[in-house]
């Protein structure tokens, strides 16, 4: 089992910055990817950014430019570095793990989320 804990949320004025983290605890056989989600009011949860085990990532288009995807395997966390944050970035923030709990066992984990506010 593995627990997932974001942190670094708040409140940003337009085109500041924040630094999302995500701490993972316990143990997993072996890591597809990390990803980093995001859900805003009345809409559907999209991909924001990902990164494999071997280390490839992959952005929306709309944070392109603007958001990187992260790890720090010594510590067991991921960080998603926002940076010229629009209104249009305003969502909770979910970090997820995909991954095998034993050599076949697909398993997918998520955070609780963490809420992200741009606004003046």
């Known amino acids: 089992q593995v627990h997932l804990m974001e942190s670094g949320g708040g409140l940003v004025q337009p085109g500041g910055s924040l630094r999302l983290s995500c701490a993972a605890y316990g143990r997993i056989f072996s890591i597809n990817g990390l990803g980093w989600y995001r859900q805003a009011p009345g809409k559907q949860r999209e991909l924001v950014a990902h990164?494999?085990?071997?280390?490839?990532?992959n952005y929306a288009d709309s944070v392109k430019g603007r958001f990187t995807i992260s790890r720090d395997n010594a510590k067991n966390t991921m960080y998603l570095q926002m940076n010229s944050l629009k209104f249009e970035d305003t969502a909770v923030y979910y970090c997820?793990?995909?991954?095998?709990?034993?050599?076949?066992?697909?398993?997918?984990?998520w955070g609780q989320g963490t809420q992200v506010t741009v606004s003046s």
């Open positions: 997820n793990l995909d991954g095998y709990s034993t050599g076949v066992a697909r398993v997918t984990y």
């Open positions: 990164i494999t085990s071997g280390g490839s990532t």
